[in-house]
């Protein structure tokens, strides 16, 4: 099964970093394995339609996080250490998609009372079996 | 007399008619196989009018490459002297074919692209290269590096002083009155594919190899949407179909150019025979380089003017 990513355009966080929190999300959840070998700077630019810069720049970010591993001549892979993650690495996910959440309902002007209650209701009755 | 007649031209026709029978069935079964070659890659054209476009510039791109091809053939044939344009003439026509490819590929450039969305996925030119015809398409090649440099290094100069003969230097028996010794004489047999007719390919298979390569690294990087999995295994068939062509584009400039150098030189060598064994085996040789350059030369016609419907691997 493919990973996809998606750029959101409405989405006011950069690209590189909606696409660093994505490959976060993948790694830690397993979806992407260690050694996993990421595809090119320049294909996915190419794919995804942006600059490679902006490839770069994701790509240097998660291996300044120690989540990938660039070796000359070698691509980018997933780094063997990672795993289902460590507590701080699920922590920073945790914060990273928790931002992005109330980022996207608050343009729905909802009020954080009910954002709260609607995740209070998701634990209770919704998401993944723990 | 007439009874002799008669029964050689019974065992001429037993011949003719095998030849056309063999030939026959020869026909039929390349038919048979291009027929079951040539369905169409399918998939939900409503859904995916990028692929639709693809695939139609894919095919386009094959056939217009095909018609420049046989024009730059025969344009490339007629050059020089003495037949030096065949040499380069195969050459010429694969690197057109491979152009016209390549051109059709970039013309649908963003065909399987979704702005925003994409899979990861790491894609390599060996995922899409049919690993025989890459394998027969190198041997060939090889083949014909070590015919070429050989002929090109034995050739001799003819009377134009050009380097297009074969020149035998034998010590032959004379007649017993003259005390029956052996003297050296030298025996000259042409056209022989000497430096004049390889440095043809000198400049026509460097420029195929080259093209060549680029064209399936381009068909590679053209980006799509791989988080698509139904695009996905279109797409994947569409650029399958594309490196097979590019590759049999490659081996049938690189056959031709084999069976050139193999038939011509086979021709002079063999017109040695009788001034010794070695020149019966390297003729011999000679001839079954050419053969196998024949056979190569048919699978990749048939791939080339059949495009296949990309066989999708097993996931």
Known sequence: ?130 | MSTMALGLTGITMTLMTSGLAGLGVLVAVVVVWAVRRSRAVVFDEGRYPGLVALRRSTLVARYVGLAAGCVALVAAASIGRFGRGLFLAPGAAGAVLILAVMIGQQSAHGSARTRGVAGVEHRRILDYVPRALAVVTLAVLVCLIVAAAWTTSVASVDESGLYREFTAQETVPVAIERGGAQYPASFTLGPFPGGYYTSQLAVGLPIVLVLGSVALWLTTRRPRNGSDPVLVRVDDALRRQTAEGIVAAAGLAFSLSLLGVALSAGIAVGGMAGLGPHYAIGAGALGLLALGSIAVASWCAVLVLVPGGGTVKPS
Not at chain 1, 104 to 125: G, S
């Open chain 1, 1 to 130: 099964m493919t990973v996809a990513l998606r750029l959101d355009a409405h989405d006011p966080t950069p690209a590189y970093e909606q696409l660093r929190r994505q490959f976060t999300f993948a790694i830690a959840s397993g979806s992407l394995a260690p050694g996993t070998r990421l595809p090119t700077v320049r294909q996915l630019a190419a794919d995804l339609g942006i600059a490679a810069g902006t490839v770069m720049r994701t790509y240097s970010e998660l291996e300044g996080g120690g989540l990938v591993v660039t070796r000359r001549g070698g691509g980018t892979i997933v780094a063997a250490a990672v795993g289902a993650g460590s507590q701080a690495e699920r922590e920073q996910l945790l914060a990273s998609q928790a931002a992005s959440f109330v980022g996207q309902v608050r343009l729905l002007c909802i009020p954080d009372e009910a954002i709260v209650e609607a995740v209070r209701c998701a634990l209770v009755y919704g998401g993944t079996d723990r």
